[in-house]
């Protein structure tokens, strides 16, 4: 089984900074990838950022430059750096992990709120 551990949500104003974990733990084999998707209210998960395998990173648009995607290898860790927020990076924000075995996991989510 696996898990994936979020933490590092919260309440921050506009401008603010913020830094989203994500562990997983438990029994896989080599990780492809890991990511961050998010979910605002009313809309459809999105996709924020992942870092794979080879260390390569994509984000959206919407968050090139403020956001920040890094990795610990050895504790099979990301770290999203959030800056300079926007309410409308308000959200519930979501690890998901791709292994080489093809099977995808989620995280629970954690809310991030970023007020005007």
């Known amino acids: 089984q696996v898990q994936l551990v979020e933490s590092g949500g919260g309440l921050v104003q506009t401008g603010g900074s913020l830094r989203l974990s994500c562990a997983a733990s438990g029994s896989f084999g080599r990780i492809n990838a890991m990511g961050w998707y998010r979910q605002a209210p009313g809309k459809q998960r999105e996709f924020v950022a992942r870092?794979?395998?080879?260390?390569?990173?994509s984000y959206a648009d919407s968050v090139k430059g403020r956001f920040t995607l890094s990795r610990d290898n050895a504790n099979n860790t990301v770290y999203l750096q959030m800056g300079s927020l926007k309410p409308e990076d308000t959200a519930v924000y979501y690890c998901?992990?791709?292994?080489?075995?093809?099977?995808?996991?989620w995280g629970q989510g954690t809310q991030v709120t970023v007020s005007s």
């Open positions: 870092i794979t395998s080879d260390n390569r990173l």
């Open positions: 998901n992990t791709f292994f080489s075995d093809n099977r995808l996991y």
